[in-house]
C-alpha cells in the first residue's frame, strides 16, 4: 500500500527515468571504451577496464602511459562521467529510500485501520480456503482481518492492503487485539481439527453473538464444533464431493448456480436482500409490490425474521420488516430493489390491489 504523499517522488522511480539512467550509463562506457581505443589505440578490454576504473574513482591508476591527449580526454570523462554515476546511485538511493518508507506508512495505515475496524470478520487461517474467503468478501465490500502464523503470507497481505496479525489464533490475546469485541464474525480454516475447535471456544466465550463458522476434515467432530460454539461447520472433502457429483447428475442445475453465483462476468446474480423498517414493500404481498413485472427481479425464497424459510413464495406471501429476500435479477436491478427495501427512493412504485 502507497502513501498518497509519496506521489510526486515515486514519480522519479518510473520507468522512464530508470530505462534513462541504464541508457546514460551504457553512453558514458561507450564513449570512453571507443575513445581510449582511437587515442591511445588499446584494445576494447583495456579500453572499457580504464573507462570503469576512471568513472567510477576507484583509483587504480592507470593501466599503461598515457599519452596527453589521453590525459586530457580522461579529464573529460572524469567530469562527464562523474555526473552521470552520481545521477544513477542517487536514484538507485531514493528507489531504497522510498521503498522502505512506503513499508512504513503502508503497515501504519493497516495497523490505523485495523484498531479501527468494526463490524467486520476475523479470518483464522490463510491457506488456500481462506485465501478465498477473503477474496471473495472483499469483492463484496465485507470487511476482513486476517491471523496467520506464516510469514510467507505477509507481503501477500500487504500488496493486497488486507489488515493481518502474524500471530497464533489460539491465543487469547491474538483474538483481542483483532478487535473479536467489535467483530461481526469469525472464520476459522486454520490447519488442524484442534486448533479450530480451540479457536471457536475461545471466540465464543470473548464474544456471545459473534457469528462463527468453521472447516472440519472429520465428519465426527461437526457436533463437537456445534457445542462449542459453531454456528455453521463444513467439511471441504464432502462439499467438494457433493459439487463433482452433482455436476454429472444434475449439469444444467450446476451450470445455472455456476453462472449466477460464481461468474462474476455474467449480469444475472443472486442475493439476499434485508426488509427494513421504513420501506413502503413492508407488509405487501408479492403481487403488490410488482417487484417481478416492473423491476424483473424474481424472489427465489423469503427468509422469515424468525428464521422459517419460504421457497418459492406465493404471489399472496407478505414482506414483513425484518425478512430476508432471496432475490435473482440483474445486478442494477437487484440495487434498485434494495434502496427500496431500506427505505430509500426508486423508480419502482407500489402497486394498488
Known amino acids: ?44 578490454l583495456d579500453a572499457l577496464y580504464m573507462t570503469v576504473i576512471t568513472i567510477t574513482t576507484v583509483g587504480f591508476g592507470e593501466i599503461r602511459p598515457v599519452s596527453e591527449p589521453g590525459r586530457v580526454f580522461t579529464i573529460i570523462l572524469i567530469f562527464v562521467g ?3 554515476v552520481a545521477y544513477i546511485l542517487g ?11 512506503t513499508k512504513i506508512l503502508g503497515r501504519r495505515k493497516l495497523g490505523l485501520k485495523k484498531r479501527s475496524m468494526k463490524d467486520h470478520y476475523i479470518i483464522c487461517g490463510y491457506g488456500r480456503i481462506g ?16 491471523i496467520d502464523m506464516g510469514d510467507e503470507v505477509k507481503s501477500q497481505l500487504e500488496e493486497a492492503g488486507t489488515p493481518y496479525i502474524l500471530d497464533d489464533a489460539t491465543n487469547e490475546e491474538v483474538l483481542m487485539e483483532a478487535r473479536i469485541d467489535r467483530a461481526k464474525g469469525l472464520v476459522s480454516v486454520v490447519s488442524t481439527d484442534a486448533d479450530n475447535l480451540f479457536i471457536t471456544m475461545t471466540a465464543r466465550g470473548l464474544n456471545p453473538d459473534l457469528f ?18 459453531a454456528n455453521h461447520v ?12 452433482h455436476t ?38 408479492l403481487m403488490e409490490s410488482g417487484i417481478r413485472q416492473e423491476l424483473n427481479v424474481i424472489i427465489v425464497a423469503i427468509r422469515k425474521s424468525e428464521g422459517e424459510m419460504i421457497f418459492n413464495p406465493s404471489s399472496q406471501t407478505r ?27 426508486g423508480n419502482h412504485r407500489k402497486r394498488s390491489r
Not at 477474496?135 to 486476517?146: C, R
Not at 462463527?212 to 460454539?229: C, L, M, S, W, Y
Not at 463444513?234 to 457429483?245: D, N, S, W
Request: hydrophobic content about 45%; some cysteine; proline content about 2%.
Open 319 to 345: 414482506m414483513e420488516k425484518g425478512d430476508t429476500l432471496i432475490a435473482l435479477g440483474h445486478k442494477h436491478d437487484l440495487e434498485k430493489l434494495k434502496r427500496i427495501l431500506s427505505g430509500g427512493t
Open 82 to 84: 562523474i555526473g552521470i
Open 91 to 101: 536514484l538507485a538511493a531514493q528507489t531504497m529510500v522510498v521503498f522502505q518508507m
Open 212 to 229: 462463527i463458522i468453521t472447516r472440519t476434515d472429520d465428519e465426527k467432530n461437526q457436533k463437537k464444533f456445534v457445542r462449542a460454539g
Open 131 to 146: 485465501k478465498t474467503i477473503c477474496q471473495e468478501l472483499l469483492s463484496s465490500k465485507i470487511p476482513v482481518l486476517v
Open 1 to 44: 500500500m502507497i502513501h498518497r504523499g509519496f506521489d510526486s517522488r515515486q514519480s522519479h522511480l518510473s520507468p522512464r527515468y530508470v530505462a534513462r539512467g541504464i541508457a546514460l550509463l551504457a553512453a558514458i562506457l561507450c564513449f570512453g571504451t571507443i575513445g581510449y581505443m582511437v587515442v591511445e589505440k588499446w584494445d576494447a
Open 248 to 285: 454429472i447428475a444434475k449439469p444444467a442445475v450446476m451450470s445455472f448456480l455456476e453462472l449466477t453465483v460464481h461468474d462474476r462476468n455474467i449480469a444475472l446474480e443472486m442475493e439476499e436482500l434485508l426488509v427494513q423498517e421504513g420501506s413502503r414493500l413492508a407488509g405487501a404481498n
Open 234 to 245: 463444513f467439511l471441504p472433502y464432502v462439499i467438494g464431493g457433493q459439487r463433482m457429483a
